[in-house]
């Protein structure tokens, strides 16, 4: 009992740790606002990231495409994670660290989005995609951990979870997709009531 009470305390703090950080609340903001003008101008959003990352990659892009908060039209988003053929035909080819860059440089073009989840922020596919993604011209959103890791240096906008503990940045990753799904949607088409 006293491992599930502290495991959510643990939790509850980090997210407390960002309700106060004023510029991660507006680097969402930020971030939903170059979102929409992305989908405005016709472009879409990547998601790239690897394990329980993959899934919050795979989560996220299903919000958009179909809904999150209210009835609307769907939005471009692709998770890059989720092709199998084409995940291991890259990595048989040309191999692991690559998966990303490859389906950014086919599938990306200039003012797309990418959002990079990476706990660590050193995985080094989701580094050689943000790579990619820089030259092409797209946008480069970074959800990491604390320190940012190497991915810092190629975002255009870090939101850096302040926490080492991978399932507590995880979960504040998650919660950060919400809100960043819930600000597109309202962003583009206004408050709505909410889905049942």
């Known amino acids: 009992m006293e491992s599930i009470i502290r495991d959510i305390k643990k939790s509850i703090e980090v997210k407390k740790l960002l309700l106060e950080d004023a510029g991660f609340i507006s680097g969402i903001e930020e971030a939903a606002k170059i979102c929409c003008e992305a989908l405005r101008n016709g472009n879409k ?7 329980g990352s993959a899934a919050d990659a795979q989560h996220l892009a299903g919000e958009l ?32 660290n690559r998966i990303f860059a490859r389906q950014v440089e086919a599938l990306g073009n200039k003012g797309d989005i990418l959002l990079a989840i990476t706990t660590s922020g050193m995985s080094e596919n989701i580094l050689q995609g943000a790579a990619a993604a820089a030259r092409k011209g797209i946008f480069v959103i970074g959800l990491t951990g604390r320190s940012g890791g190497r991915l810092k240096e190629s975002c255009n906008i870090l939101l850096n979870v302040p926490s080492d503990e ?31």
């Open 65 to 96: 495409v179909n809904r999150f908060g209210f009835e609307r039209p769907g939005l471009a988003a692709i998770s890059l994670t989720t092709d199998t053929s084409v995940i291991t035909s890259i990595s048989n080819d040309y191999g692991f």
């Open 166 to 196: 991978t399932p507590r940045i995880q979960e504040a990753h998650i919660m950060t997709g919400h809100i960043l799904c819930s600000r597109i949607e309202t962003l583009l088409f206004g408050e709505q009531n909410t889905v049942e």
């Open 45 to 51: 959003i990547l998601f790239a990231g690897n394990g």
